[in-house]
């Protein structure tokens, strides 16, 4: 079975959750029988395809961006071309580009379409988005959602119950690499251990301020990692309240953020906007046996998360909320391991790329006119 993932953007130009996300879908279909390609957009494609060990990933030049969706004239020649060798499209929302794709291109495949997150910013463009929007739903095969918290909060999926099915996002820890102990060595004398883990991509939405607000006044410590929008004022509003408790790392190779999961006391997630849909970085603790802090947000958050189980959920937007965890977290080991077991336990219950995987090969397995190409 040919299956083509498509979303605006993909490894090598950029790391994220939802990157992370296709990445194991394609990983764990593999295993499974399933050839993957990616289609996506870069802003330097040069080479144009890119052979990475889940897909073949190709690479069409960013020609503009309007409210952070990626066009590309390149890709409308690039998406007929490659529907033609696949079996099964499979979309990735939300890129509205997409859905143009979706509709000037005339195409036989059946077609999944793994709904991440709702539009919640652009609320203005998104109204008038919104005749594509329901066009594009309303005619794709199957729609995933990625927890059933989310399912059962959206107003656009409970539009199109019939067609949902839910498949929470999973992680397979052998794509993740091993860690040597000079590296754990290198990073403890750098960082310390014991210390709060913060993972992300730094978006407006991550809720970093609030959680800044929160290392006032406390021993506790805070070990940042990852780039992005919010990074210059993130790093000024911590000089501003003159931290000497909290350490940015910026983006790190993956031996390095897997020797930080291992050192660190817990991994915290304040995010505090619907936009934070699930909660990549969740799942990566819970498989290394962390315990979670995390907000209450309705969403896959609190799918990974459980208050007392896995961890400790606040309230969104609460600074001493967050203080308050963290330091419980700190001043009782026992707690603390009772939890990051927890966590542990679910993510091998329900949280693997195995599972994950094999839920997708029965939607792709039982799709209306699949192999029947014209």
Known sequence: MKVLHVYRTYFPDTQGGLEESIRQICLGTSRLGVHCRVLSLSRRPNPSIVERPEADVYRYPLNAEIASCGLSLGAVSGF???AKWADVIHFHYPWPFADVLNLIVPHSR????????DIVRQRV??????????RFLGGVDRIVATSPNYFATSRILARHAGKVEVIPIGLERTSYPAVSDSLLDQLRSQVGEGFFLFIGVLRYYKGLHILLDAMRDTDVRLVVVG??????????HAGRLNLDNVVFLGHVRDEEKVGLIR????????????AEAFGLALVEGA??????ISTELG???????????????VSPGDPDALRNAMERLAMDPAAAQRLGDGARARYEALLTAERMAQSYVAIYSGLPGLYKKT
């Not at 817990?266 to 619907?274: E, Q, T």
């Not at 969403?299 to 959920?313: F, K, L, M, P, R």
């Open 80 to 82: 007929r071309e490659l």
């Open 287 to 292: 498989m290394y046996g962390k315990p979670l």
């Open 227 to 236: 780039a992005g929008p919010v990074e210059r004022e993130s790093k000024a």
């Open 299 to 313: 969403t896959g958050v609190n799918y990974v998360n459980i208050d007392g189980e896995t961890g400790i959920v």
């Open 125 to 134: 463009l998104s109204y008038l988005y919104r005749p594509l929007m329901n």
């Open 263 to 274: 050192l660190s006391r817990a991994i915290i997630f304040p995010s505090y906007l619907r």
């Open 110 to 117: 059946p077609t999944v379409l793994t709904y991440h997150s």
